[in-house]
């Protein structure tokens, strides 16, 4: 009793003094964000002033007008509102008397003024405009913009009261049950599991919509429930047993869209040879795939079962099987995707040993995007131009889609022979293969908006959607040949023989050949042929040539990447 008393009051202490440290510092480095945004600003506005130092405005008896420098960057100045007097000419005089002629009389001379001079032009200020806000709006936009609003805050709300809140129930139950379970039957103690479970998972749901709702947080929403029985009693035949019940939904931010639903029972079962099976059945709902179209646009998913199982052999025999499956099957549709996996170990001497693994999957029927969302054929507008995701959904468009066949075989094999405790060699072989093709393609025609599209109203397109050629084949060899010899303590000597294959191409056949993706290797253009190389580990760290090793044990769909800090350029032949 008295160690989960010590234990919650160090929780709570930690958190009291973790919460205020990591709030001090995160609206610290706010307010100097601000400052700094505010004397950028502050510098901007002197640097203006300057600038605009002894701009003036020269009036006229005519129009007013403007004169001043023009400064790239910088606005011109505004033109004055104060009324135009009315337009004075200015007289020119002859620099010499101009002889009249009178009729009948000899020719006089008229002597006019030298000239009629211009009003002398008067001095205006004209006032700097203002180029930026006050002080509340400047502080607004920096704390709009600031790490504290876009990173820190959101993380404290919607992060730290779930850490405190979980710690708070796990310790307060566990220090209930401390002091309760020895008080109780069986039949009681089975009760308040389920009576505590139930607790959990309706105020855990309650704080969810609450934040949801007070916050505006737009995610999915998942629901999970399970019910399970293990038995782990040993009989004359096997070790133990479980049963387990399963259900899930997955819903859109709104609630209204359903992403996944499913349920179903499975079970696993461990003999006294140590051979291990498993397996179970799911039953999915139907629902909507909002990712499909990659604009949110939600595309129609058909029910359908799906089935899975498993069996082991024992891992300390010299050869051991782990062989695994699933299928999916719509309902309504023929469309199914099966998946195999295997991998056998061997180790027949205790100095050898290895790995063979495989993985098959072939799916057909399945219906696929093949092209985004385009303008309507017959327009002005090219349709096969693909439209902007956030511009698309505010207009009529057109997606094509097609029923998918793909396939993708992938085998690895694993060997070490270690000669001596310092001297090993290592060989790693792969190879990879997969193909898809499209059948008939199908247009689906959405008005503005998120409208759900239904598998009932595609049809097939014309030539005036110019429906595109999506299959494709990619192929891959991957073979590595490595000598190890730790020469001395510390010190590690490395040979290695790499060499890379690949190659991804469009057949000009539609369908599947596995033939086809074969052939694709043997035409690779730009493949990498591995040449030998010398790698180089001692307390300075691990060189591949001259490059050093900056990271490693990078997992890869297909293998580990190491990363090094130079790039390697294969010698001339």
């Known amino acids: 009793m008295d160690g989960t008393i010590w234990l919650i009051a160090l929780g709570l202490l930690i958190w009291t003094i973790v919460l205020p440290i990591a709030s001090l510092i995160a609206r610290s480095r706010a307010k100097a964000q601000l400052r700094d945004a505010e004397e950028s600003l502050a510098q901007r506005d002197r640097k203006l002033a300057a600038l605009a130092k002894g701009w003036r405005s020269i009036e006229w008896t005519g129009p007013w007008r403007s004169v001043a420098p023009r400064i790239p960057g910088i606005p011109p100045l505004p033109e004055p509102v104060t009324p135009a007097a009315p337009e004075q000419p200015v007289i020119e005089a002859f620099p010499v008397p101009v002889p009249v002629s009178v ?36 502080r607004e936009a920096v704390e709009q913009y600031s790490a504290w609003r876009e990173h820190v805050r959101p993380f404290l709300i919607d992060n730290i009261g779930w850490f405190i809140g979980g710690f708070l129930v796990v310790a307060g139950s566990l220090y209930f049950l401390n002091g309760a379970w020895d008080q109780l039957a069986q039949l009681g103690r089975n009760l308040l599991i389920v009576a505590t479970a139930l607790a959990y998972s309706g105020a855990f749901v309650g704080f969810a919509l609450w934040l949801k709702r007070a916050h505006r947080l737009a995610t999915a929403s998942r629901a999970m429930a399970y019910v399970g029985y293990n038995d782990p009693h040993p009989n004359g035949w096997r070790q133990r047993w479980s049963m387990l019940l399963h259900a899930r939904e997955v819903r859109d931010a709104a609630l209204g869209l359903t992403l996944y639903r499913a349920i179903g029972p499975e079970f696993s079962l461990l003999f006294r040879n140590y051979w291990s099976a ?5 039953l999915e709902g139907r629902a909507a795939d909002d990712r499909e179209l990659r604009d949110g646009t939600p595309v129609e998913r058909q029910p359908a079962w799906v ?29 199914i995707n099966t998946e195999l996996d295997w991998s056998l170990g061997f180790r027949p001497h205790p100095q050898f040993e290895g790995s063979l693994e495989g993985a098959v999957i072939y799916e057909t029927g399945t219906v696929r995007r093949i092209r985004r969302a385009t303008a309507l ?29 793909a396939r993708s075989v992938s085998a690895t094999m694993r060997c070490t022979f270690a000669f001596s405790p310092r001297l090993t060699l290592q060989s790693y072989a792969q190879l990879f293969t997969a193909g898809v093709a499209y059948g008939g393609a199908q247009r689906a025609v959405v008005g503005p908006g998120k409208r759900l599209v239904t598998l009932g109203q595609l049809a097939d397109a014309t030539a005036a959607d110019a429906p ?21 303590l510390g010190s590690t000597f490395y040979l290695v023989y790499a060499r890379q294959t690949s190659n991804e ?3 000009q056949v539609r369908g599947l050949s596995f033939s086809g993706d074969l052939a694709a290797l043997s035409t690779a253009q730009g493949a990498v042929s591995g040449d030998t190389i010398t790698i180089a580990a001692n307390d300075g760290g691990v060189m591949v040539d001259k490059a050093h090793v900056v990271k490693t044990d990078i997992a890869a769909t297909n293998g ?6 130079a790039v390697m350029i294969p010698a001339e032949k």
């Open 307 to 335: 089935t899975y199982g498993n069996v082991s052999t024992d891992s300390r025999r010299p050869v051991s099987l782990d062989l695994s499956w699933s299928q999916r099957r719509e309902q309504g549709r023929a469309a």
């Open 103 to 138: 009729s009948g009389a000899a020719p006089v001379s008229i002597p006019l003024p030298e000239s009629v001079p211009a009003p002398t032009p008067a001095l205006v200020p004209v006032p700097v405009p203002a180029f930026r806000g006050s002080a509340a709006e400047v």
């Open 560 to 565: 580990i990447i190491h990363v090094i800090d």
């Open 505 to 507: 191409i469009t057949p």
């Open 468 to 488: 595109p050629n999506a299959d494709n084949r990619q192929v891959g060899l991957n073979l590595n040949l490595i000598l190890r010899w730790e020469w001395m």
């Open 278 to 282: 498993g397996g179970g059945v799911i």
């Open 377 to 405: 054929p017959g327009g002005t507008e090219d349709p096969t131009v693909v439209l902007d995701p956030e511009a698309a959904l505010l207009r009529t468009r057109e997606y094509l889609l097609a029923p998918l066949q």
